[in-house]
């Protein structure tokens, strides 16, 4: 009778954990000394079993910080409405965000051009963490005139979203005017926060919003999880 390799049995073994739900998608699995304790083997015929189920597609490894369950990527679409609640429900997700902080400070160059003000105008800036189904997606800053939306800081501390925000602040409606996507890897402090390492892929998406007159009310910098998100340009 033909036994089972060692490996092919550990493999096994954590596609029926995941399976029953022991280990969820996004889920990161034990180190392989603790695998190796678990299953009183060493660790290269751990790491074997593992790339076995890497191979399959179940799981997912990133330098530096282990070895996950994969997660399907997200929908994202991206066009004239660009309003994450929505597009995470849609995707049948459930949307959160985190605020990281709050502050004034002066617009850059670009900034000033993107938003149609004088460098060094004074800008409401918005850092947070954008999550589905507690899993981080996106690290975004929302940028906007303060001259132009003097009420947007007392809005951002009422609520995390930012269309809410903006209707508090008196903007009703707004649609996306550009959106520019560049692919570049992840910074130590982006990977923190993204749950990635450091140098691993991300996707930045830089637009801009305008109001119901065409005048520009934020300007955004989004860096998305490469490997949770498939970006669908829309009209």
């Not at 096994?12 to 083997?41: C, M, W």
């Not at 004088?118 to 800036?125: A, F, I, N, R, S």
């Not at 903006?166 to 749950?195: E, K, P």
């Not at 892929?201 to 998305?224: A, H, M, Q, W």
Request: hydrophobic share 40%.
């Amino acid at each position: 009778m033909t036994k089972t390799p060692i490996w092919m049995a550990i493999a096994n073994s954590l596609r029926d954990d995941i399976s029953k739900a022991r280990y969820s998608a996004g889920d990161k699995l034990p180190t392989e000394a603790a695998l190796a304790q678990r299953f009183g083997v060493n660790r290269h015929t751990v790491r074997h079993g593992i790339s076995a189920l890497v191979d399959e597609g179940l799981l997912r490894t990133r330098r530096g910080a282990g070895v996950f369950v994969a997660t399907h990527p997200t929908d994202y679409p991206i066009g004239k409405r660009v309003r994450f609640h929505e597009n995470l429900i849609a995707a049948g997700r459930q949307p959160t965000k985190k605020v990281l902080s709050i502050e004034t400070r002066s617009a850059t160059q670009g900034e000033a051009q993107a938003l149609e003000i004088k460098t060094g105008d004074t800008l409401c800036v918005y850092h947070g963490l954008s999550s589905g189904d507690g899993q981080p997606i996106a690290l975004f800053e929302s940028l906007f005139p303060l001259d132009r939306l003097p009420d947007m800081p007392d809005a951002l501390a009422q609520t995390s979203s930012v269309t809410e925000a903006l209707v508090l602040a008196g903007i009703s409606d707004f649609t996306r005017a550009s959106t520019r996507l560049t692919a570049m890897r992840a910074t130590a402090t982006q990977a923190l926060h993204l749950n990635l390492a450091e140098g691993d892929p991300i996707l930045k998406s830089t637009g801009v919003n305008i109001d119901t007159n065409g005048t520009p009310v934020e300007f955004g910098r989004t860096y998305f999880a490469g490997d949770r998100v498939t970006l669908t340009l829309v009209n």
